[in-house]
Every structure is written in C-alpha cells, then in structure tokens.
C-alpha cells in the first residue's frame, strides 16, 4: 500500500496557452479573462502606437508586435498557472523528485527570449535617459547651496568644496591630533 495522496479527482487543470495561441484570445474557462484579453489588446495598441502608428507599420514590425503579444500572453497565462498550482509538478515532488511544471520547460523560457529579441528589434530595448540641460544642472546647484547655507554647512574655504588639509603637518587621519612642526 503506498503512502502518496491520491489523485485530484475532476477535470484536468488547463492554463489555456494552447487555446491562447490557437484562437489569439483568452479562454473564458480563466478567471479573469476579460481583463486580461483586454490587457494584452491595449499593449498591442500601444507597441503599435510606439512605431508611429498602424499606417506606418511594415509587415515585418507587424509580425513582430504580433509574435511579442503572443509570447506575453504565454508569460502571464503560465504565471497566473503558477501562482495557483505551485512551479513544481506535485505527482513528481510526491516521489521525492524537483520538477518543473511542463508548462514552464516547454512555452515560458522560450516566450521571454522571443519577447526580448522582438523588443530589440523594435528598437524598444532601451528607454532613453533624458539628459539634464545646463539650466536644471545649475539650479540643481543653486538649491543644494541655498540648502547648505540655511543649514549652516557653508564652507568658508569655498561653496560645496571641502578644505585640504595643508602640507604643514595637519593630521589627516580624522584623530584630530596635530604633529609637531618640524
């Protein structure tokens, strides 16, 4: 007689990915379906948007927006798929065994690549860092200065410089001791 539980009894949990790529929409058997079909719609929307619109979308970008959705679907249908059932297939934990769930070794590792590739090739890898002008820079300055000198941190020696120790023998190791001069 063996000591493993005994099997869920009912019907077979699905994730929907198969459904999902089949049909490009989200099965209704998942909760929240709606929401998310609506989700992944409004980021296609705006990946189209982003390329300047649909009028100036080349076939191949088009495939490629079409292929990113497709993938984020797969990602968010396995997470949601996860979060609910555990990342370990419980038949294999129950012998003792650490395996994924399939559906992680076949459709999400795979997924986040083709998503990351198709990123690039959008040209969307990389958001650009906005670069401050001279003026921000400057009152950026000013404002740290105003902020010392409220705060009585001003330095006589120069504003925002920290004064150097002279070469006459001034302890520089924070002690506060003094060397005799020679």
């Known amino acids: 007689m063996s000591n493993l539980p005994a099997k869920p009894k009912g019907p077979p949990v699905t994730h929907g990915i198969k459904f999902w790529l089949r049909h490009g929409k989200i099965n209704p058997s998942i909760r929240g ?3 998310l079909q609506k989700f992944l719609e409004d ?10 619109g649909a009028t100036n979308l080349t076939a191949a970008r088009e495939m490629l927006i079409r292929s990113t959705i497709r993938g984020y679907g797969v990602i968010l249908l396995t997470e949601m798929y996860v979060a609910k059932y555990s990342v370990i297939r419980p038949d294999m934990a129950r012998r003792g065994v650490l395996q994924y769930q399939p559906i992680i070794e ?3 590792w795979g997924a986040m690549a083709t998503i990351r590739q198709n990123l690039m090739a959008l040209g969307l890898d ?4 906005p670069e401050p002008s001279l003026a921000e820079i400057i009152r950026e300055f000013d ?4 902020k010392a000198e409220a705060t009585g941190q001003g330095n006589q020696a120069g504003e925002g410089e ?4 002279e070469r006459n023998g001034d302890d520089v190791s924070g002690q506060g001791e003094e060397r005799g001069h020679e």
């Open 33 to 35: 379906y709606k929401k």
């Open 43 to 52: 980021l296609e929307r705006q990946l189209i948007e982003e390329q300047g």
């Open 106 to 108: 076949r459709s999400y």
């Open 126 to 129: 990389r958001a650009p860092i």
């Open 143 to 146: 404002a740290e200065k105003v």
């Open 162 to 165: 920290k004064k150097q120790p």
